[in-house]
């Protein structure tokens, strides 16, 4: 027990560390590097609490697509990001103060935390079903929460049709290779035999 | 284990044809060539209007859905009634103006019948992880819409600012609900209502996440100071959209923030009328006075909202079933005035373009004085001067505030009221003393021609017969407070 | 023959009259609006006098309740006509006056753009001068008191295109305010004394109160002197006294036929009716009566040596009404109440006929009233002159004009009271018929004779009024050269005590009146002599030496000042109360409403209130990390709240 709380205080550590990584590097790169080291030490994190398939989830997506997917933007775009953090220095005593404030408070109320076992007796039903971690998941994603479920793909939907509508343009002046058009092509159309008399083909 | 019993499914019928037809109408818009919009509009005008069929076909009577998760009774119906009705009169009001501005896209109507179906989610919301879904469906919806004048400047710096703010604010919401499962272990709006009556006072624990989860809802309905967004916004967005904004998002917002109000924490009533004491006095302040310096009819409409606002939180706070009774009759009658406004704005074209400026309605009365007419009909009722409707909205507010004991904020209601209304009546008098300036494009469109009769009309003539409007949303308040 | 609907008619066809000339003049034209008021008016003199014949005739007392006014607590007033003598001699002295001066305005007025409108305020002034003489109580005296006071107000400013005029207008205005607040402070006095302000209730109870004493600023005061001299206050603001008749010569900025009736004949004479009406009250308040001598003695002296010096026409004879209205009250002052209505009544005559005269003299120069631009017009306008020459001699009291009749009898009665106040008042008067003669003769001779001091196309224009003004003339100079001679066994002579039958009182030992029947000869003859003497001088002065007045005034040159600045009285005024009024009023105004209550109240809050729009105008910087900072300081504010509550 002692090696997983010296694990979970590691891990905890590295990923405040990160989070403060992501914020304060001056090279965006770095920034989206810090939350990938984030991501993976939450993923850790879920593994010590025996949460298995949301540590992978956590790492495939989030790493594998989301992380990504920030870096190749972060690199393609051209953005001063030294110009967008100039108040930086300016506001960070006010908002640090804010900031050091809410957390003080937050401390204090989670110091009020007591965990009522009556209260939370109808939670761990599938831990104690010795269920896979994803079969548990399933069970209850597909039933009880069936609607958010739906609901969820609805927002995906959503954010899929504002992606197409705020960004796709039809640029009629790029030239682009219409494979469809290419393959449906006939001999017929595109080529042409032309019987040329001897002596006045030049 | 056992497996789950297959789900209730009736209670959500409406939403799910909703969300069907958005797609079909999705599928039917790709399909077509361009220049289908006005169709698909109408036809999502239609759908909107099936709904609210199907829901009335419902009935006001108490059904629980999908474990309890859902909630259908005469409050939802109340609310859904307003919010289908200002989805569907938005969509086709907006039709002429999107078509000059070059943005009549089929993906709008589409996109404000998901939205529409997040806020109906919302309305009936019975648990928080179905309220913060159907609060995101309708947020996403809602970016979209707001930068769908993707051209221009203004509208996707609007969208990308409500986004932005937007996603801090879901993000606290749902710090909230956290917060709130952590300390009683439920989502469950019936399970946090037993566990609350059975509690004498709440933990700090709980208070901070019911606090959090109000400062989330109190971004959506817009009240100060989680009210910045608003004026950037609603300036920055298609006319359309900004009247929508200001009518079916804000009404779905507050049915939501009354039901998790009262539903669960009823009897918390003591130590949250605090916050919602603060909300209601600091939006009231604010929308009086900020309005005053406005020069932009869409950002004074903003602070209006803003004040408005607070007037129906008068309602909430008193938390009594007068109350809730106000807050809905206030609603309703803020839906009527401000969706004629907007119809109102909307008219407002001059060589083809839209004007937006307050300037720009000098001397209407002697260029289009039946549009001058209903503009007066307006402003006089949003400032709440009788006879007109919303003299009476603020009046149920005002009486359930006094017999709730909370005197004092009836009095800065009426104060306030007092220095908003400098704005209100300055348009009146801009549009019927001052030098006329060009006069605006004729004809005003049918659709909204339409509009703004109906609305002026019912705005004006409230008084003659506001019995069906007060017997429902008493019918709808007492829903609420049923145990 | 009924009293009732006669008084009625009397009193209330100039109101309908004025009615119908104020709100048809568009319908009725100007002619209408004339014949309307006029009719009305002459109608109403001609049934004054059967009137008051009736009145006399039946005697006591007659009240005509019209109406209900208010009823709270012991307050119960009605509307209602009190008929007895004197208010039918103030009836048709009043009417008849009026009724002359109607017919008179038609062809002075003949010019002016609103004839409907003057009309109209000539016949409600009518209207309202005899609901104050009718009435029985004292809350609708002061009602008929303050709307003569409105008409005097708007006719003074009739012509409300000249700055003199507005100034004269609220002059006349302020200044009678003192007096009616002194009157209104009277009127509570007499119902604390009373509990009642109906006349016939005080004039019951006034033996009873006359020794009861009233806390008044600490000092315990004779109650009924007190309310006495409160009420003579009034008085004495409306008849223009000394200290309070700075307004009167102003007045004469209105038109002439507004001068004749409210500033000579009715409205001034107000304050003497007034004292009169309430004589069972003054009489049992002696130190009030001696007051009311002295003031009237003081005043009739005052005013006479003004009117030495004055050179408009119409001022010195607006002196000369003030002067008269001094022997008016002093004849009440010595308990000679009759003798005052007397020389009320005659008064009323011809000092109206002098106006008239001198309007028609400055409407024969086309509206100079400067006497040092007159002279020789006696024999240009024959009429005027001779008509004049009526009034001055009847005002001046020579024998067997009407005049003398009054003025010899306030005289002889106030010697006969044979008190201190009485040989002062007696004294004084005696000087001032001498004066009186003298300032009339003045005026006669530098108008009328001698060299014409006018340009020669304003001589040449020179003519006689026509008709319609000269008949009025005529009337009244009827009435100023007969009227002493028929009436004076009415008024103070043998039939007196069947006359006034009791609504005059005078306590048993003051009968002044009788006891002046038996004076010595000299003191019957002294007035006379005096005036003749004055006529000598002016004669004198204006006519064999005309260089004469100059060399005096140049004498005595501080003297003739102080007489010619009416002794400095409006510039005193004007440095006491006006400026320090104007200055507390700017002070009140810019730093007290201005800065104080406009400050923090109106201007303060919306200008706080536009400052306050800036600013959360300017909080909505644009900057999305602004909004959310701001978010972010409201949850950590509630929960902060939630923690520390």
């Known amino acids: 027990m002692i090696l997983e709380a010296i694990v979970f205080y590691i891990f905890s550590a590295v990923v405040v560390g990160a989070g403060v990584g992501v914020i304060a590097a001056r090279n965006p790169v770095h920034s989206v590097l810090f939350l990938i080291l984030a991501f993976f030490t939450a993923a850790g994190l879920f593994i010590l609490m025996g949460a298995e398939f949301l540590a992978f989830i956590l790492v495939i997506v989030y790493v594998g697509a989301v992380a990504v997917l920030f870096l190749f933007v972060v690199m393609m775009l051209d953005i001063d990001f030294e110009r967008l953090r100039s108040g930086f220095v300016r506001y960070l005593p006010v908002g640090a103060g804010v900031g050091l404030l809410l957390l003080v408070e937050l401390v204090l109320i989670f110091g009020t935390w007591e965990v009522a076992p009556k209260r939370l007796s109808s939670v761990p039903v599938y831990a104690r079903a010795r269920l896979t971690n994803t079969r548990a998941l399933g069970d209850i994603l597909y039933t009880r929460y069936v609607f958010a479920f739906e609901m969820a793909g609805l927002i995906l939907l959503v954010a899929m049709i504002g992606a197409i509508i705020l960004t796709l343009r039809h640029r009629t002046e790029v030239r682009r290779q219409r494979i469809a058009a290419q393959l449906a092509r006939t001999p017929k159309e595109s080529v042409e035999v032309v019987k040329v008399p001897i002596g006045e083909g030049a | 284990m056992a497996h789950e019993a297959l789900p209730v499914l009736a209670p959500a019928a409406p939403e799910m044809f909703l969300a069907a037809a958005a797609m079909a109408l ?9 220049g289908s919009a006005r169709l698909i509009s109408w036809l999502a005008a239609f759908a909107l209007v099936l709904a609210l069929l199907g829901e009335f076909a419902l009935g006001g009577e108490r059904r629980v859905g999908y474990y309890g998760m859902f909630v259908t009774d005469s409050f939802s119906l109340f609310m859904k009634t307003l919010v289908l009705l200002g ?31 997040g806020m109906m989610v919302m309305v009936s919301a019975n648990d928080l992880i179905i309220l913060f879904v159907g609060l995101e469906l309708q947020n ?36 909230g609900i956290s917060l709130i499962y952590g300390f009683t272990g439920t989502t469950s709006f019936a399970a ?62 507050f049915a939501l923030f009354v039901r998790f109000m009262i539903v669960p924490f009823a009897p918390f009533l003591s130590e949250w009328r605090q916050i919602i004491v603060f909300l209601s006095i600091a939006s009231m302040a604010l929308g009086a006075v900020a309005g005053i310096a406005q020069e932009n009819i869409k950002r004074l409409m903003a602070y209006s909202a803003i004040g408005h606002v607070g007037y129906a939180l008068i309602g909430l706070a008193a938390g009594t079933e007068e109350g809730i009774r106000g807050v809905l009759v206030y609603l309703s009658i803020y839906f009527l005035m401000t969706l004629g406004a907007f119809a109102v704005i909307l008219s407002m074209r001059r060589n083809g373009r839209m004007v937006e400026g307050i300037n720009d309605l000098a001397g209407l009365s002697r260029t289009q004085p039946a549009l001058a007419l209903a503009l007066a009909i307006f402003m006089f009722s949003l400032a709440g001067i009788p006879p007109t409707a919303g003299f009476f909205g603020k009046l149920y507010v005002f009486l359930a505030a006094i017999n709730a004991n909370l005197v004092g904020l009836a009095v800065v209601g009426v104060l306030t009221s007092v220095v908003a209304s400098f704005y209100y ?29 109906v609305t002026a009309l019912l705005t004006l003539f409230f008084f003659v017969h506001p019995g069906p409007l007060i017997g429902g949303a008493k019918a709808a308040a007492a829903s609420l407070f049923l145990r | 023959m009924a009293l009732a609907p006669l008084a009625l008619a009397v009193v209330f066809l100039p109101l309908a009259a004025s009615a119908i000339a104020g709100l048809f003049a568009r319908a009725i034209g100007d002619r209408g609006a004339q014949l309307v008021t006029c009719g009305a008016v002459i109608v109403s003199a001609a049934i004054s006098i059967p009137l008051l014949r009736e009145i006399v005739l039946s005697g006591g007392p007659h009240v005509v309740t019209i109406a209900q006014w208010m009823a709270v607590g012991r307050l119960d007033i009605a509307w209602s006509l009190r008929l007895d003598t004197l208010s039918g001699i103030m ?8 009724a002359t001066i109607h017919v008179y305005s038609i062809g002075y007025m003949a010019e002016d753009p609103s004839i409907p409108r003057f009309m109209s305020y000539l016949s409600l002034f009518t209207f309202f001068m005899l609901s104050l003489v009718t009435a029985n109580n004292l809350v609708q005296l002061f009602f008929g008191w303050e709307g003569v006071g409105l008409l005097s107000y708007l006719l003074i400013g009739f012509w409300h295109e000249r700055d003199s005029a507005n100034a004269a207008a609220i002059k006349a205005f302020v200044v009678n305010r003192v007096g009616d607040f002194g009157f209104a402070l009277g009127i509570f006095a007499v119902f604390l004394l009373f509990g009642s302000v109906n006349l016939p209730t005080i004039f019951a109870k006034a033996p009873e109160v006359a020794h009861s004493t009233i806390d008044f600023l600490g000092w315990q005061a004779p109650s009924l002197t007190l309310a006495s001299i409160l009420l003579f206050i009034g008085a004495m603001g409306k ?63 005052f005013a006479a040596t003004i009117g030495m010096a004055q050179n408009d026409i119409k001022r010195v004879i607006a002196y000369s009404t003030c002067s008269q209205l001094g022997y008016m009250f002093f004849a009440a002052g010595v308990s000679a109440f009759a003798a005052g209505m007397f020389h009320l009544f005659t008064h009323a005559f011809f000092k109206a006929l002098l106006f008239l005269g001198s309007g028609s003299v400055i409407h024969a120069l086309g509206g100079e009233q400067d006497m040092r631009r007159m002279g020789g017009l006696w024999n240009k306008i024959p009429i005027t002159y001779a008509m004049m020459w009526i009034g001055s001699l009847s005002l001046a009291g020579i024998p067997f004009f009407s005049g003398y009749y009054s003025k010899d009898a306030i005289l002889a009665a106030a010697w006969a009271s044979g008190t201190g106040v009485g040989r002062y008042a007696f004294s004084l008067g005696l000087f001032t018929a001498f004066m009186t003669a003298f300032y009339s003769w003045r005026l006669l001779f530098m108008t009328f004779h001698g060299r014409p001091r006018a340009g020669e196309d304003v001589m040449h224009h020179v003519h006689e009024s026509p008709w319609v003004m000269l008949i ?103 440095r006491l109360f006006v400026r320090s009024a104007f200055v507390m009023g700017d002070g009140l105004w810019k730093s007290g409403d201005g800065t104080v209550i406009d400050g923090l109240g109106p201007d303060g809050i919306s200008a706080a209130t536009r400052d306050l729009a800036r600013q959360a105008s300017r909080l909505q910087s644009g900057y999305v990390y602004h909004y959310a900072f701001v978010m972010l300081i409201g949850v950590v504010g509630l929960v902060t709240w939630y923690l520390v509550r």
Do not use: C
């Open chain 2, 26 to 34: 999705l599928i039917f818009g790709v399909t077509r060539p361009n």
């Open chain 2, 87 to 117: 989805s569907a009169l938005t969509i086709v009001m907006g039709l002429k103006y999107n078509e000059d501005r070059g943005i009549a896209r089929f993906e709008f109507p589409v996109l404000i019948l998901l939205a529409a179906t």
């Open chain 2, 140 to 175: 996403v919806a809602l970016y979209v819409v707001a930068s769908f004048e993707r051209e221009g400047v203004r509208s996707p710096e609007a969208g990308l600012k409500y986004f932005v703010l937007s996603a801090l604010s879901s993000g606290l919401l749902l710090y």
């Open chain 2, 192 to 253: 946090l209502a037993t566990l609350a009556a059975g509690t004498a006072a709440p933990g700090i624990g709980l208070i901070i996440g019911i606090v959090f989860v109000v400062v989330g809802l109190a971004f959506k309905v817009s009240a100060v100071p989680f009210h910045m967004w608003t004026p950037d916004v609603y300036e920055g967005a298609p006319t359309p959209v900004t009247a929508f904004f200001s009518v079916a998002p804000k009404l779905a917002a």
């Open chain 2, 425 to 453: 009546v300055r348009i009146v008098k801009i549009a019927y003393f001052d030098e006329p300036a060009a006069p605006f494009d004729r004809p005003i469109a049918a659709e909204l021609k339409g509009v703004l009769i």
């Open chain 3, 91 to 98: 009836m048709a002295t009043v009417t008849i006056v009026s």
């Open chain 3, 239 to 301: 008849s223009a006294q000394i200290g309070l008749h700075t307004w009167l010569p102003d007045a004469m900025e209105g038109p002439t036929p507004v001068s004749a009736l409210i500033h000579a004949a009715t409205m001034v004479t107000a304050g003497v009716f007034m004292v009169v009406r309430l004589s069972p009250l003054f009489e049992y308040a002696p130190g009030a009566l001696g007051l009311v001598a002295v003031v009237g003695g003081t005043t009739a002296i």
């Open chain 3, 472 to 574: 009025p003339v005529f009337v009244l100079a009827a009435g100023a050269t007969f009227a002493g001679y028929f009436m004076e066994k009415y008024f103070i002579g043998s039939e007196s005590a069947a006359f006034w039958n009791g609504s005059i009182f005078v306590l048993p030992g003051h009968n002044t009146v009788a006891a002046a029947r038996h004076v010595p000869l000299y003191i019957g003859l002294l007035p006379t002599f005096f005036a003749l003497a004055g006529i000598a001088v002016a004669f004198v002065g204006y006519i064999l030496q005309p260089e004469l007045p100059a060399r005096l005034a140049f004498r005595f040159r501080a003297l003739y000042l102080l007489v010619l600045n009416k002794f400095y009285f409006d510039e005193a005024y004007d």
